[in-house]
């Protein structure tokens, strides 16, 4: 039944032609957001990746910066490359998929994984549980291409490699990988397997699973997360349903996200009419139970300050909500309108994304007119004073530090203006020849002077948010 659905290989690479060229044209954008411009400032001081809580699978994007930053390239082409290169990548996966393994449903499925829940999202590139959504498919792909016939040992090589970098990425990659590897087994007339492997295969994929957790429950950002795990009973899975997360996110399935909700409900409704119970039910345990545990590890009310990373810890229920629709509707449709109804989807998901370019250019031209008002008032390191209209314009602050150099650099600004914006309480004594960074203070010397050189002739002078906005 895969084979009908050969054709939209050539939909789904012009899709993500189209999302990566939307990441070069807005590459300032999402770049100068927090995380990326965080990592990339790492990258070129440190001349090695940054790997956090051995999310080992970010080194397939973070290769692209720390090679151009060997190079001496511009900043501004390292920034665009960077963007660039999370969406070549998956590009990659996608021509794999649909050339050399033929799972042209998995690259639907990873095609629908990057714009079901997609807008805010797009600007916020460096969440790991999309390389680790990427490498699983890898996995998947290898596994269920070539179990059946045979596999060599190379094959056995890129199994264990793709496994162990899908896991290890993000704990949410777990969700996903165990409903499609669980589903593949059961659905015999779209996948063939060897058992023998497939047991084999779910021996090791327990095993790493177990490690990272076991690791993960240590770290200091993924600890606190899966503490709600930890103390798990009916009365919290109850709770979970009626929580702050959820209420706020209700409200954006309906608005934003509703394209979603119709692809579960004409699941759920075609298998059971079809009388294939284990689909329907399988997709809808999965379902709530992701409802659950995002319930309970952010159970808070969100507003568009968050969305962006929201949206990035709902993504892969894209591709729960999304089996059914490609492995048993597509199939059923005529040939002319899987096509359509792609395309429809994509445009539809693509109008999203365009929309939330606003906010996140409006953001950019802000922390731009901060460092042009404090170069026009001589001041060249600064401390700006945080209120709650930092929230609304800036979304996030905290990569305010490294985020001004990068705009100076890409603008040529010298000398190098620098803001933080904190309560005074976290503002730590700092010398002329010291930098305040995104979470410590450094010496200046242990920055690369071919990209980052502030001011080391005056202090950090205090200003109130108004008066550089």
């Not at 990441?23 to 770049?31: D, G, H, L, W």
């Not at 909500?321 to 040939?335: C, D, E, H, N, S």
């Not at 370019?357 to 390191?381: D, E, Q, S």
């Not at 730590?428 to 502030?454: H, Q, T």
Request: glycine content about 6%; aromatic content about 16%; some cysteine.
């Amino acid at each position: 039944m895969q084979d009908r659905l050969r054709g939209t290989a050539v939909w789904l690479t012009a899709f993500f032609l189209l999302l990566l060229i939307g990441s070069i044209v807005f590459y300032k954008e999402r770049m100068l957001f927090i995380d990326p411009g965080w990592v990339v400032f790492n990258i070129l001081n440190k001349g090695s990746v940054l790997i956090a809580e051995y999310r080992y699978g970010a080194l397939a994007t973070q290769v692209v910066p720390l090679i151009a930053g060997w190079l001496q390239l511009p900043l501004s082409v390292i920034l665009m490359l960077y963007s660039a290169s999370f969406y070549v990548f998956y590009l990659v996966v996608v021509l794999l998929l649909v050339l050399r393994y033929r799972q042209w449903g998995f690259a639907l499925l990873l095609g629908l994984y990057f714009s079901l829940f997609v807008s805010d999202g797009y600007f916020w590139p460096n969440n790991e549980v999309h390389q680790g959504v990427a490498w699983m498919f890898v996995f998947l792909g290898i596994f269920f291409s070539r179990s059946a016939a045979g596999l060599k040992w190379f094959h056995h090589l890129l199994l264990l490699l793709t496994g162990f970098l899908a896991l290890f990425s993000h704990f949410i990659v777990a969700i996903p990988f165990s409903f499609l590897w669980i589903y593949a087994i059961c659905d015999r007339a779209n996948f063939k397997c060897n058992r023998k492997w497939f047991l084999i295969y779910s021996c090791f994929l327990t095993l790493v699973f177990t490690f990272k957790y076991w690791l993960g429950s240590r770290g200091w950002y993924d600890g606190p997360k899966l503490e709600g795990l930890r103390i798990l009973n009916p009365k919290a899975v109850l709770e979970s349903y009626d929580s702050g997360h959820i209420r706020s996110m209700l409200p954006l399935v309906l608005n934003n996200y509703w394209i979603a909700l119709i692809l579960l409900l004409s699941g759920i409704g075609y298998t059971v009419m079809k009388k294939q119970y284990f689909a329907a039910l399988w997709t809808l345990l999965y379902c709530l139970g992701y409802m659950c545990l995002m319930g309970i590890t952010y159970p808070d009310a969100f507003g568009r300050s968050t969305l962006f990373y929201i949206e990035s810890e709902w993504m892969a229920l894209s591709i729960i909500v999304g089996t059914i629709f490609v492995y048993k509707i597509l199939p059923a449709l005529q040939l002319k309108y899987i096509g359509l109804v792609l395309l429809l989807i994509a445009l539809v998901r693509l109008g999203y994304m365009a929309e939330s370019a606003t906010l996140f250019h409006a953001r950019y031209h802000t922390v731009g007119r901060m460092v042009h008002t404090l170069k026009a008032a001589g001041i060249h390191k600064a401390l700006v004073k945080k209120v709650p209209a930092v929230e609304k314009e800036l979304l996030m602050e905290w990569g305010t530090p490294v985020e001004s150099m990068l705009y100076c650099n890409m603008e040529g600004i010298e000398p190098m203006i620098t803001f933080v914006i904190a309560d005074d309480n976290d503002v730590p004594a700092v010398g002329k020849d010291e930098f305040i960074s995104c979470f410590s203070k450094m010496p200046v010397a242990e920055l690369n002077p071919l990209y980052f050189r502030p001011d080391t002739t005056q202090n950090y002078q205090q200003v109130r948010y108004r008066s550089v906005k």
